[in-house]
């Protein structure tokens, strides 16, 4: 399949997989009016299986061990209902949250799934991970010869009491905050972990909604200022918002539109040691077709995504472009789009949005 793309902002071609000069006869040509074609955006950090399950709690809390031990109790029935969908529909299940938000990568904070490497809709970043201090108090650092610019990601003090806080320091202790550190979250560091962590060269992955449904804020702007490297993630729906969309638009003007740009595009990808996706000629195809521009565009305005250079997500006006005989169409918070995977739209009602 070859396909001619022409937006407002500019004409991008692809054909075998591949982002090509944009002449020449293509089967399929797009026209997006007023809209904007992107690289695909990433996505720094979701539990992939863990979309299905609704918001679960009653916040606010001190920290995260204490949501955890809280639904345990509260949400057991909701838990053992969602523990009984087989894994690899949960996992498709968060791979199409982020596809229909035009996420081509996305970091997946749990134990590697063999899943994702069975033709997976999307791209997932492999980087080492455990989940917190609190969580985990023993966990070896460095893990196996994780030093220096290695890169290993940690839920760290996510929570806004002092034992939140104190994880800093522990972590400082044990020499785990390098350059190669991806500390998730970062609510609740006070100024001296603030200090500490802009000074060890690591990078913050911020999750915006999630931090504010559980805590009723998010990391400190100081820790977020500019000198420090941001990478944008969604968490999962335990307890976010939604898509990385959403995530944008909520943290719309604590960092500058700039820099909010590169936490799902250049910065993720240094950071996160994959190549950043291009509309270059000659790269692999990984991009997203919006109705608006990025910053101000919610789930409704994407038009089409790209992923590891196959079309996965298509709004349905646009079908008659294109000779597909496969995929289907969903509904999700309303809006229909045709996906090349079979998600049935029950599976979509799994997908609860706030």
């Not at 991008?12 to 997989?17: D, E, K, L, T, Y």
């Not at 290993?152 to 785990?176: C, P, Q, T, Y």
Request: neutral net charge; aromatic residues 6%; charged residues 20%.
């Amino acid at each position: 399949m070859s396909i001619l793309i022409e937006a407002e902002n500019a004409a991008v071609a692809i054909s075998h997989g591949r982002v090509v000069e944009a002449s020449g006869k293509f089967s399929a040509h797009i026209k997006i009016r007023g809209g904007e074609v992107r690289p695909g955006l990433i996505n720094g950090h979701d539990h992939l299986h863990r979309n299905h399950y609704g918001r679960l709690g009653s916040p606010p809390y001190a920290n995260a061990v204490q949501w955890a031990m809280q639904v345990q109790r509260s949400c057991a029935s909701r838990i053992e209902s969602g523990r009984k969908l087989p894994r690899q529909q949960a996992l498709q299940i968060g791979a199409w949250k982020n596809l229909l938000a035009g996420v081509t990568h996305v970091m997946h904070h749990d134990p590697w799934e063999t899943e994702f490497e069975r033709d997976f809709p999307l791209t997932v970043i492999r980087v080492p991970n455990s989940d917190s201090l609190g969580m985990t108090p023993d966990f070896p650092y460095p893990p196996g010869d994780a030093r220096g610019s290695e890169r290993f990601a940690l839920h760290v003090s996510e929570g806004v009491d002092a034992d939140a806080a104190e994880e800093i320091r522990i972590l400082a202790s044990r020499g785990a905050l390098q350059p190669g550190f991806l500390a998730v979250h970062a609510v609740g560091p006070d100024s001296d972990g603030i200090r500490t962590l802009r000074a060890s060269g690591c990078a913050i992955v911020w999750c915006p909604t999630s931090n504010h449904f559980l805590f009723g804020r998010t990391a400190p702007d100081a820790l977020v200022a500019p000198g420090m490297d941001v990478i944008l993630g969604t968490d999962s729906l335990l307890t976010g918002d939604g898509d990385i969309l959403d995530e944008l638009r909520f943290a719309r003007g604590r960092i500058d539109d700039e820099r909010l740009v590169a936490a799902v595009g250049s910065v993720a990808a240094r950071r996160l040691g994959i190549p950043e996706p291009s509309l270059t000629p000659g790269a692999r195809a990984d991009l997203v077709i919006l109705r608006r521009p990025l910053l101000e565009a919610s789930f409704a305005d994407i038009a089409l995504v790209i992923a590891g250079g196959k079309l996965r997500v298509l709004d349905p006006a646009l079908l008659p472009e294109f000779s597909l005989s496969h995929g289907s169409i969903v509904t999700w918070r309303g809006v229909r789009r045709w996906i090349s995977g079979q998600i049935p739209n029950t599976y979509c009602a799994m997908m609860p949005m706030v």
